[in-house]
């Protein structure tokens, strides 16, 4: 494994048991992501894309497949093991205000980290690093001892941001964190997550429905579907050369704002298909116009059709004159 990767994840698969069957919603997703980088994962909601970035937290465990983390298996790891890698790999929430008691002060909420760990030696220790935390996210000293309920949802954000940073992770998931945000406000959130990575190094997973909010943060960009990744490429490839419809369709979906622009909107028609018990068939096949026999009784493998560039769809070159 080259040393410049942060997280490799092998063959990744949750399975979660309903009365129905098993519901797969990771089902056998690879890929690795390079130290300083962001890899966007989007698709719609259910496909599985927040899922994945849970099970690689070990918020949830993994059914199959393996993770290393800067070299290391951490597929199985021991409580003790986790509470340590806790502080290397970190989470932001779509709405902070959801993780986070409600009874605690900005200050509080920022320090609580650092409590668990015990890394502060003195109050006074505590203290300033929690104000030299708000200052970096920008949060005002004044608000250290308001209320979250109290704030509007950037600033809530940025406390998230905080909770996330004042360990020095290396590795932090950002969970749709700028999806319940006014557009304003999300340039403002994105800009910061930036500022932090280059000064910081970080790697992120960058996880969203929206993929005009992925465009300019990520170095690379997957595409979820059901469970499955379809289309894999570096950002910029993938926004010059969709070849999955799928991804074609999400594309097609971005406002565009140059009047000349005549893109069409490709609208998805069908039913989606289950994810419980899926068969062995193409997941999109029922939303697809291209579908053919063999779409429906054999799953596609992902293939690169370009260098770098890889697509999970039996009649790729075909549609896209490959
Ligand atoms: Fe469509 Fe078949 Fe390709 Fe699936 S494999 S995306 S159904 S053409």
New binding site residues.
């Given amino acids: 494994m080259e040393n410049n990767v942060m997280l490799s994840v092998k063959d990744l698969k949750k399975y979660f048991p309903t009365p129905g069957g098993m519901l797969h919603a990771v089902d056998g997703v690879t890929f690795d992501i390079q130290k300083g980088t962001t890899l966007g994962v989007v698709g719609e909601s259910g496909c599985g894309k927040s899922t994945l970035g849970r099970v690689v937290l070990h918020l949830h465990n993994s059914t199959g497949g393996q993770i290393f983390f800067e070299g290391k298996d951490i597929t199985h790891v021991s409580k003790a093991e986790l509470h340590e890698l806790r502080k290397q790999m970190q989470i932001i929430f779509q709405d902070p205000f959801s993780s986070i008691d409600p009874r605690m002060s900005v200050k509080q909420l920022i320090a609580e980290p650092l409590q668990i760990y015990k890394l502060t030696k003195s109050k006074e220790e505590l203290e300033k690093k929690v104000k030299e935390t708000m200052d970096i996210v920008g949060l005002a000293s004044r608000l250290a001892d308001s209320y979250a309920h109290e704030l509007d949802g950037g600033r809530r954000q940025r406390i998230g941001i905080g909770r996330a940073i004042i360990l020095n992770p290396s590795f932090i998931v950002c969970d749709e964190p700028v999806s319940a945000l006014d557009v304003s406000i999300q340039a403002q959130i994105l800009n910061l997550m930036q500022d932090l990575q280059e000064e910081r190094k970080l790697t992120y997973i960058f996880v969203t429905h929206n993929l005009s909010v992925v465009k300019h943060i990520s170095t690379d960009i997957m595409v979820m579907y059901l469970g499955c990744t379809v289309e894999k490429a570096n950002a910029n490839e993938l926004f010059h050369h969709q070849y999955?419809?799928?991804t074609k369709a999400l594309i097609s979906a971005i406002p565009h704002v140059d009047p000349d622009d005549d893109t069409k909107r490709i609208l998805l028609k069908g039913e989606l298909t289950s994810p419980i018990n899926p068969k062995n068939a193409?997941r999109?096949?029922p939303r697809?116009n291209?579908?053919?026999e063999k779409?429906h009784c054999e799953v596609?493998p992902l293939e690169e059709v370009a260098p770098g560039h890889f697509v999970a769809?039996?009649?790729?070159r075909e549609?896209n004159g490959l």
């Fill in positions: 999955h419809p799928y193409c999109f096949a697809c291209y579908a053919c779409c596609p769809c039996h009649r790729v549609i």
